[in-house]
Structures are given as C-alpha cells and as structure tokens.
C-alpha cells in the first residue's frame, strides 16, 4: 500500500449489499490507518426488506423494520451520505450524486433491484408492489379502504371490492398470500361483520404450474396445500394479458375483477447511467469476476441483484439478502487485501438453506440440507429472522409485536 496516499472507498447502496461491505470494511480496515469509506444511500435508514410484508397486513409496525443508518454503523458525519446517485465514470473515478462528487480509490455497486413488468399492459398503472415502506403503507391502506367502502356499499362491486390478486408464484408471493389470508380472514371479515363486509377471495397468478419453481418441488407442494386451507385460490399456466383498474385480464381470455392485484413476479437491476456502458449485460446486470470485481476494473466491486455473479458451475446466485450478505462479505475483503497487499479470496456460492412462512404457525424450508415443515419450521423462520435484525432494540420491539399478535387480532389502522 503507498503509505503517502489516503485512500478512499465509497459503497452505493443502503441495503443488505451496501450496509455489509461497509460494516465488514470498517472491521478488517479498523488497525489500517489513514482509510475512508463514504456510504451512499436514498434513504438514511436501513429497510429489513424480509418482513414488508407483515407491514402491509398489520403484523408489524413500520419502525420495528427500519433502522438509522448512522446508528447501526457508528458512521461518523463525513462517512454517510443521503443522496441520489446521478452518473457513475469508471474511467475518471467519480460519482456524481444529487449532493455533490465523489472521487474513489474504491467503489461498490450495491444499488439493489427495481420491479420487472415484463411490459405487461397496464402493470406499472394498476399494480401494487412491494418494495418499500411506501409500498408497504401503500398496500395496507388500500384493502382497509376497500373493505370500509363495501361496509356501506350495496352494489355489485363489493365482490370485486373484496378481491386480492397477487400475480408472482416465488416466496415473496407465497409469503404475502399466507399473510393476506390470515389478514383478511381472521381479522378484517369479523371485525367488518360478515354481512357487510367485502366478498373475500385471495387469489395467486403464476405462469409456471407449482409455486416456488426455483427450489425444491416438495416447498411448492406443501406451501400449496396451506395455502388452500387458508382460503388462498390458484391459477397455475396464467399468463397476464393486460391489468386494468378493474382487475385482470389472462391470456385465456379469463377475467378476474379485483380492487387489489399485486406484483411480485420479478425484479430487473436498478437502471445506472454507468460509463463505459460495456460492463452492463443485456440484462441490465453489472458483469463481475470471480473476485466480484467489475470486469475490467480492479478496482470496481458489484454484488446483490445489480450484479451478474455466478456460482462455481455458471448458475446466476439468486437475488436473495442472504447472496447479498454473502458477497459483501467477500467484496470487503478484497478490498481490504488489494490496500494492504495480501491475498484475495474467490467468491463461493453456499446457500444458508431458504425457509417460507405461509402465515401463523405454518412455514416450510430446507435448512442443512434437511427438510422441514409445519409450526415448527414457522418458529425457525421467526427465531432466524428476528436475530437478523440489525440492533437489539428492534429484536425486542419485534419479538414484542410478534408475540402480542399471536394472542390478538392484527392492526387495521392506516398508516
């Protein structure tokens, strides 16, 4: 390292990539004098994008998912910036944010993914999405006015009224529908009285013909066998011909008319105004090596679902927080190596395990290879998920909310 240079790494993205590589930096840079490392974020809070979906159906509160970014850092003033970033040079070494320019020794792509429309008519217009807090609040504030407008509404649209698609077979979709379910079932129809409240059907899209078709066929299977006891409805082969405001109209030629359909089937990278253009595939996605660096530029890291990172056999890691987690991991220390000279390491892909929580007491996932099912597997879900939580202040406040919620009917105030 040339002791007379200071130098300086800069991480775009707030999420589990960018959040990662700034905490393991800062760990295996701490005894490296003279380093500075610049987070920069939309937002000043990191969002535990997992548990949107409890938001959105009254599990849990906004800020048990939510934590400061200075605060669960120790980022000094200097160190973190809200900002948008505006244009990327690889070639001069400088990003062009809302708040300014920052010249890198260094530099982290971690901006995460926007949702993938497929340029299905009427999608981006007539769908919900789940992607942020907004889109959370968004959500839940939406099927409470429903069913408030069908407790004094006669006619013929409270069927539809009542109606939530969700289009999107993956565990993000899984998951909402268990939750959903529960919501609308077993707090919102008794607490609206049955013979005023909207009709209501839960209803799953999905072009593939089982659930969660990326992983293993036994998941799909149960979590569809739960999910019916629950109510939910599936359309299996359905391909989404044009989503208008009254619903949603297959490629069959069947229409559901529904109040609520909601997207979850599928991401695509974060759009960059990246320079040179050549590192992005077709795909959208930042090309990476072994070592996650950008192809051609040693000094340039990718990863989360910006990135086109491979396993060991040319399969793409999925787009999952714990892929993310796992590169930053790596990116930090080949950066930290390519400072001090020493080794880098080769990224290796070695999934965790993957458990789906289809609604209380119910969950199924594979973890250490071994199969599991039933409440069991739902009180995994929840110990591993809580001990994600960044601080030990939103551990209590979400065990707290969890546990008052399995003796109590969700919350239905808007937010």
Known sequence: MNEHKSPHIVILGGGFGGLYTYYYLARFLRAVPHVRITLVSEQNYFLFTPLLHEVATGNLSPASIVASIRTVLSIGQSDFCKAKVKRISLASKKVETSAGDFAYDYLVLALGAETNFFDTPGASEHTYTLKSLADAAGLKNHILECFETAAYTMD??????????????????????????????????PTYCKEKCAEPRVILLDRADTLLGSLDPRLGALAQEALTAQGVEFRFGAGVAEITKEGVLLKNGEHIHARTVIWTAGVKPRVLKLTPATVIDEHGRVTVDSLLRVRGYEDVFALGDLALVTDAHGTRVPDLAQSATKEA???????????????????????SG??????????????????????????????????????????????????????????????
């Open 329 to 351: 991991r790596i990116a930090a220390e080949n950066i930290a190596a390519a400072i001090t000279g020493a080794k880098q390491k080769v990224f290796t892909w070695r999934p």
């Open 156 to 189: 013929t649209n409270r069927a539809s009224l009542g109606t939530v698609v969700i289009i999107g077979g993956g565990p993000t979709g899984v998951e909402l529908a268990g939750e959903l379910s529960e919501f609308i079932y077993y707090t919102l129809v």
């Open 354 to 415: 993957v458990l789906i929580s289809l609604g209380r007491w119910r969950a199924v996932g594979i973890v250490g290879g071994i199969f599991v099912s039933g409440s069991f597997a739902w009180w995994l879900w929840r110990t591993v998920y809580l001990f994600k939580m960044l601080t030990w202040q939103k551990q209590l406040k979400v065990a707290v909310e969890w546990t008052v919620n399995l003796f109590s009917k969700r919350d239905i105030s808007e937010l």
